[in-house]
């Protein structure tokens, strides 16, 4: 070996920390990885037979043996529940944590790139599927639709429904627990209002909008400028939304349960198309019944109802018809799901018993898939069930949020993936890599975005909220803040106050104490406003002295009469003004 030949031995830990090139490095995500990290894990079914004891013999053959047996119908199992899944999208999931309550419904665009959810947190979020990635799953917008100028005082109230316009996108019909409905654009803003009817009129056909709470409303399947609201006022009103929202129809249900007076809840309403080119338009009310109107009208009368379609004073929050329009779903309060056929709607075709959580969460939906091959639910300890739509048997059922009920459910047609929202304010969006398109897709292909300092809400303040008392500034400093880490920084604590402690506390404001004004302002804006608190002798006397030093009203006499001197009353003068004044007191 020579002398000027020198050996370096590579160093893998050097060749890590130095750069591999220079300039701007772009990023480059790992598909396969992230699609993999996606993936949900098929929970175990619990073992509930004890195990036999080692050495022993089940029917002539040695536990080995037996082992060998139970993995190949494990296998044989698995095998099955893995082809059972390739047939749905349901291999992979994207969760959204974007709400702090119950979600109540969800709705996606026609092209399936923007997601609207509602809650009973009072807002409705935003979220765009191509501003996401793998590490920013959050919405780029939240609206409260009840909302009005903060100067006023304002009240909020749950979202009951929401729902994308099938035929133009951009526009969101938006159901709130109030007696009027909105239209907001897809990015938020408020286009148009429906009116309040005056609850004084006894004729539901005289009103001009709904007089108690809208529980929920839909849109024409095909006519872009029409909708339909259901309220507890026991109508149903179409709309026209080409400028405003104008009432065109109303459908009064007159019940006929015992001791409801012809009145009674609408619950759920359902437009969707027919063979020949014409809708048929469906609802449920609380007394049990389903009723079946021609959706191009005349709606005085309805072409089929069912008095008994369900447990009478049992919410039916589930109602769905499919795309030939011959065959409705419902589900029930009353624990069923029963399948209806258009063309003989009399009695169901199959019924199936399923725990309804329509008691809790009223906006329980029920749906059939794009092409009406299948029917999807929710149940009450969060797992998705796949129905068979022809006898109602379950296909496949796969658990989403144990624990917590599933509310809504959505498969999308275009995207091929299945949406639901649950009691604990998650959004899972399921989907399979070979059978879906775009959607949660097209977030977890994207390279991860690198978490900025600012991100980390210990190390920032927001300085447009002030500064709370506890906050140290020290000159050429950094802003420190007295506060556990360990301790939760959002949301409210049992007494009002901010959980979050350099936010300071703002008193909660009445509407009273909005249009009154306070002590300070009377004080300080309204002249001589202190004189109410004191003694008006007290507060005559102390000018005595000024008065008779400097007079106003006598100052032309101060020279030639010093001395003020008062005119003397008689006697008389004095009994007369008593008579007149016992007159007065008598008239």
């Excluded at 009072?122 to 765009?128: A, P």
């Excluded at 959580?357 to 939906?365: E, I, K, L, M």
């Excluded at 300092?453 to 007295?482: E, K, M």
Aim: hydrophobic content about 30%; glycine content about 6%.
């Amino acid at each position: 070996m020579e002398e000027d030949d020198v050996v370096v031995e590579e160093d893998e830990g050097l060749k890590d920390f130095l750069p591999n090139g220079f300039g701007k490095q772009e990023k480059e995500a790992n598909v396969t990885l992230q699609f993999q990290r996606s993936k949900r894990q098929n929970q175990e079914k619990p073992v509930t037979d004890a195990a036999p004891e080692a050495g022993t013999s089940i029917n002539g053959k040695n536990e080995q043996d037996g082992k060998e047996d139970d993995d190949e119908d494990d296998d044989e199992d698995d095998d099955e529940d893995s082809e059972e899944e390739d047939e749905y999208p349901v291999s992979h999931e994207m969760v959204l944590k974007t709400h702090e309550r119950p979600i109540t419904s969800m709705t996606l665009d026609p092209s399936g790139s923007r997601l609207v959810t509602g809650s009973t947190d009072c807002t409705v979020k935003f979220h765009d599927f191509a501003s996401m990635t793998p590490t920013t799953l959050r919405a780029f917008k939240s609206v409260d639709p009840t909302a009005t100028k903060s100067s006023a005082s304002s009240e909020t109230h749950p979202v009951n429904h929401v729902e994308f316009n099938p035929v133009s996108p951009s526009s969101i019909l938006v159901i709130s627990a109030i007696s009027q409905a909105k239209i907001l654009s897809r990015d938020g803003e408020p286009l148009a209002e429906s009116v309040k009817g005056d609850m004084y009129l006894r004729d539901m056909h005289n009103t001009k909008g709904h007089i108690s709470e809208i529980t929920t409303g839909t849109w024409h399947p095909t006519n872009r400028d029409l909708c339909v609201t259901a309220g507890t006022d026991s109508t149903l009103r179409i709309w026209d939304c080409r400028t405003r929202m104008v009432q065109k129809d109303v459908i009064v249900h007159k019940s006929r349960a015992a001791g409801s007076a012809g009145r009674t809840r609408m619950t759920a309403v359902k437009w969707g198309t027919s063979p020949g080119n014409s809708s048929i338009l469906v609802a449920a009310a609380l007394d049990g019944s389903l009723v079946m109107w021609n959706g191009n009208g005349p709606y005085t009368r309805p072409s089929a109802e069912i008095r008994d379609a369900h447990q009478r004073d049992t919410w039916t929050g589930g109602l769905d018809i499919s795309s030939d329009g011959r065959t409705v779903v419902t589900r029930g309060g009353d624990d069923t799901i029963k399948l209806w056929d258009t063309r003989r709607f009399k009695t169901p075709i199959s019924t199936i018993k399923h725990p309804s959580t329509t008691s809790q969460y009223p906006t329980t939906n029920i749906t059939f898939s794009p092409t009406s091959t299948s029917i999807i639910t929710g149940s009450q300890n969060g797992s998705l069930h796949i129905l068979n739509p022809a006898n109602l048997t379950s296909e496949l059922t796969t658990p989403v949020t144990p624990s917590s009920p599933l509310i809504s459910v959505l498969w999308h047609p275009k995207i091929n993936q299945i949406l639901t929202a649950s009691a604990n304010a998650e959004t899972h969006i399921l989907y399979n890599p070979s059978l879906s398109h775009r959607g949660a897709m097209d977030v977890m292909s994207r390279a991860p975005k690198r978490r900025h300092i600012d991100d980390d809400p210990h190390l920032t303040t927001d300085l447009s909220q002030g500064l709370s008392a506890d906050a140290i500034i020290a000159p050429n400093g950094n802003l420190h803040t007295q506060h556990n880490r360990n301790q939760p920084t959002t949301g409210l604590t049992a007494s009002g106050r901010s959980r979050d402690p350099r936010r300071p506390h703002v008193p909660m404001t009445t509407p009273f104490a909005k249009t009154q004004p306070d002590e300070r302002h009377v004080r300080e804006r309204i002249p001589l406003s202190g004189m109410r608190d004191e003694d008006p002798r007290e507060a005559l006397l102390k000018y005595a002295e000024k008065a008779e030093r400097e007079p106003m009203f006598t100052n032309a006499w101060k020279k030639t009469q010093p001395k003020t001197i008062y005119a003397e009353v008689s006697d008389e003068e004095d009994e007369g003004e008593g008579r007149e004044r016992k007159r007065v007191k008598q008239g």
